[in-house]
């Protein structure tokens, strides 16, 4: 695998001195101490910081394949889904395979945890995890670089530019089909580039031009290669977002002044904070694989739409942000168990969601808001359209 080697995950070769150069690193220790300790873990870096690195030391003693690696990956998944959710259900799996390779197109609501989500649905009915693309903007620090690597990830390359850009992106659709046909590896690649932050979902049909640069065109039809792809539209969706906050002041920025200025290694501090943020019950719905006939890539992002906004389950508080927004409920939209939304019972979730938005400045609150009631709006949408 050569040829793909500048973007492809670790091998197990790598594996050992990747995980010496982490323990060494000292922005990857303080920000360790920094996740489990909080922000006072600075003045006492003295003790601190050794003891870190001798607990991380520890657990990874013994460690030398990605299957190891992804098992410890697990554990902490496991407890942060423990720690951070009332409930996290999955749909869907069922109809799928798990011998079969899929490449899974979600929506785009976390940096990290939508993939992890998928990971996590995927591990515990029997499927492989997925090899992850994460774009190379998110790689600000080496430490990062690495623990994405160990962890499956692969590099799309967004900040090449000109016929860079073109050459990253051929590799990268070879890399994708390679992993699909080649090493029977599932992948898990967002929607489109960059998160859905006012909970828009759509795709993006560059996103499936990019995917459809390895088609062999004397050989297949674009139909065939999408067939062959095995394309699976997932929905994610979450009760709560531990980002709505700093989402709703880029919307806010964007809206007022036309711009929004990002702050250095901000999508690392999102990354931590989606993690450790409270998010209730979080729900991953998959859907079937993409097969039949498809003109253009257009089509093929308007079929993922379709199975995202058919699957997409809605939490309690997408629908008390529609009544806040609105003044009222929505009529003719369904909550997570497919009945009627009923408010019954539910006053004190009301209560602590609308405590959550009062505590964000008050000119931030309709886009945080908007963050929650916006999928409704574009089922209904969906919905009216037939």
């Excluded at 003790?47 to 299957?67: A, D, E, F, M």
């Excluded at 069922?94 to 785009?108: A, C, G, R, T, W």
């Excluded at 994460?134 to 690597?149: A, F, H, Q, W």
């Excluded at 049909?205 to 394309?231: D, G, L, T, Y």
Aim: hydrophobic share 35%.
């Amino acid at each position: 695998m050569g040829q793909f080697a500048e973007i492809r995950p670790y091998n197990d070769d790598e594996v050992s001195p990747v995980l010496e150069r982490l323990v060494n690193d000292k922005e990857f220790i303080a920000a360790v101490a920094s996740l489990r300790l909080g922000g006072w873990h600075k003045c006492c870096k003295p003790v601190v910081y050794p003891i870190v690195k001798h607990i991380l030391r520890k657990q990874v003693s013994g460690i030398s394949t990605v299957r190891e690696v992804q098992a410890l990956v697990k554990s902490y998944m496991d407890g942060m889904v423990d720690k951070t959710t009332s409930q996290c259900t999955v749909s869907g799996l069922e109809k799928l395979d798990p011998k079969q390779s899929y490449l899974f197109i979600s929506n785009h609501r976390d940096i990290a945890l939508d993939p992890a989500f998928v990971n996590y649905a995927v591990s515990h009915n029997g499927f492989d995890m997925v090899r992850i693309a994460i774009g190379d903007n998110l790689l600000t620090k080496p430490y990062v670089s690495d623990l994405m690597r160990l962890n499956k990830s692969f590099i799309v390359k967004r900040s090449a530019k000109g016929r860079a850009m073109l050459a990253a992106y051929k590799l990268l659709s070879r890399y994708i089909r390679h992993s699909i046909e080649v090493d029977h590896n599932p992948i898990w690649i967002a929607q489109r580039e960059g998160r859905a932050k006012d909970g828009n979902d759509k795709t993006e049909p560059a996103m499936i031009k990019m995917i459809a640069m390895s088609q062999h065109k004397q050989q297949e039809s674009f139909s065939e290669f999408i067939n062959k792809m095995r394309i699976v539209p997932v929905a994610i969706s979450y009760e709560l977002d531990p980002c709505d906050g700093a989402k709703a002041k880029e919307l806010y920025e964007k809206a007022t002044h036309g711009h929004y200025q990002k702050g250095e290694h901000e999508d690392v501090t999102s990354i931590a904070l989606g993690i450790s943020g409270d998010k209730d019950h979080v729900h991953v719905s998959f859907g079937e694989p993409l097969q039949g006939e498809f003109d253009n890539a257009d089509d093929v992002a308007a079929a993922i739409d379709q199975q995202i906004f058919a699957n997409y389950v809605l939490h309690p508080t997408n629908f008390i942000a529609h009544k806040i927004l609105h003044g009222s409920y929505p009529e003719g939209v369904y909550s997570d168990q497919r009945k009627p939304f009923s408010i019954t019972g539910l006053e004190s979730v009301e209560q602590a969601f609308q405590k959550r938005i009062d505590a964000l400045p008050a000119e931030h609150r309709p886009y945080a808001l908007g963050i929650y009631a916006n999928p409704i709006d574009r089922i209904r949408e969906r919905q009216a359209q037939g």
